[in-house]
């Protein structure tokens, strides 16, 4: 009997799923960019991260070996999401906090940032428009 209980309520809760439309490839597309573009910032892969940033974003101002020289001077101790949604263009934004260390001073700091994205038809993929999180003295 309390196989058959189990076997309905197992039926019950994936009955509402059956009917659940499919997420848009748009929105798994921005999912997987939000999360390999959070994992590298974690790791300290500026130089990486840069590939989600909008061509003409990089264009206008490309990361020189003194920025990636900078990058490397700290450490990313944290990077947690604080609030993120849709914004009224289509695109997304979010607000991060992001925790580093100055290997040199061993000093944590905090620095906020502020992710907008927008959804580029033509590559089927989101694009970074804020630019990498100022986290170096010389971008704050």
């Given at each position: 009997m309390s196989r058959l209980l189990l076997l309905f309520a197992v039926l019950a809760l994936a009955?509402?799923?059956?009917?659940?439309?499919?997420r848009s490839s748009r929105q798994q597309a921005l999912d997987r960019a939000l999360y390999t573009y959070a994992g590298m910032i974690r790791w300290g892969e500026f130089e990486a991260a840069q590939e989600f940033l909008d061509p003409e974003v990089r264009a206008a101002a490309p990361l020189t070996e003194l920025d990636l020289e900078r990058f490397r001077q700290i450490q990313v101790t944290s990077y947690h999401v604080k609030a993120a949604g849709p914004t009224a263009d289509g695109g997304?934004?979010?607000t991060v906090d992001v925790g580093v260390v100055n290997r040199h001073t061993q000093t944590e700091r905090i620095v906020q940032a502020l992710e907008t994205w927008r959804w580029d038809e033509p590559s089927r993929r989101w694009l970074l428009t804020s630019g990498l999180p100022p986290v170096t003295a010389a971008q704050r």
């Open positions: 009955l509402p799923l059956a009917g659940c439309p499919e997304y934004a979010r």
